[in-house]
């Protein structure tokens, strides 16, 4: 079991918007500013999409974007596009146990 | 090119012990805090260790304390994973990272396989 809460599946159709949801606790998505959102296509390493609860590494398209209420980070994608369709895993720095960071259990998004 | 590339994953029996490594280029490597990053088959990612620029600071995630060890040359460019009394629940892809931000990694390698079986 991860210690973010992800949905395990989101689709849309081309154009769309989607949003992905991670949720945590007061220990680590709620308690700071430093979580991340991963895309992974299948068989590939992980690409970071957004860090510090929204921004943009260069290169990443601003069709992407990230935000955060209280426990619950959020990853929204618009305008979706073929290639967007792959694994997102959201990740935070936690205060709890002697951990860096967590993982959520990922979402597949499938572009219908 | 900017490039991380592991090496050393395999098949190894329980108990038994690997190495990976890790060559990084086309960066500063000693400037970053690094991590290792892994993924069992079909399933989520999961923090395994990190360590600071010049190795005065790691952090491990429970499963893996005083089994594994994390280490780096900054003269070669390399980081390492030392990986002692290997468990069937080690199988995974293992990735490292170059962590650009708090708990946050930018750059990746393509991954090394350890498959822990009898």
Request: proline share 3%.
């Amino acid at each position: 079991q991860s210690a973010l809460t992800q949905p395990a599946s989101v689709s849309g159709s081309p154009g769309q918007s989607i949003t992905i949801s991670c949720t945590g606790t007061s220990s680590d998505v709620g308690g700071h500013n430093y979580v991340s959102w991963y895309q992974q296509h299948s068989d590939k390493a992980p690409k970071l999409m957004i860090y510090e609860v929204s921004n943009r590494p260069s290169g990443v398209p601003d069709r992407f974007s990230g935000s955060k209420s209280g426990n619950t980070a959020s990853l929204t994608i618009s305008g979706l596009q073929a290639e967007d369709e792959a694994d997102y895993y959201c990740s935070s720095y936690t205060t709890s146990a002697a951990l860096d960071r967590v993982f959520g259990g990922g979402t597949k998004l499938t572009v219908l | 090119e900017v490039q991380l590339v592991e090496s050393g994953g395999g098949l190894v029996q329980p108990g038994g012990s690997l190495r990976l490594s890790c060559a990084a280029s086309g960066f500063t490597f000693s400037d970053y805090w690094m991590s290792w990053v892994r993924q069992a088959p079909g399933k989520g990612l999961e923090w395994v260790a990190n360590i600071n620029q010049d190795e005065s600071a790691r952090d491990y995630v429970d499963s893996v304390r005083g089994r594994f060890t994390i280490s780096r040359d900054n003269a070669k460019n390399s980081l390492y994973l030392q990986m002692n009394s290997l468990r069937a629940q080690d199988t995974a892809v293992y990735y490292c990272a170059r962590d650009f931000a708090v708990a946050a990694s930018d750059l990746w390698g393509q991954g090394t396989l350890v498959t822990v079986s009898s």
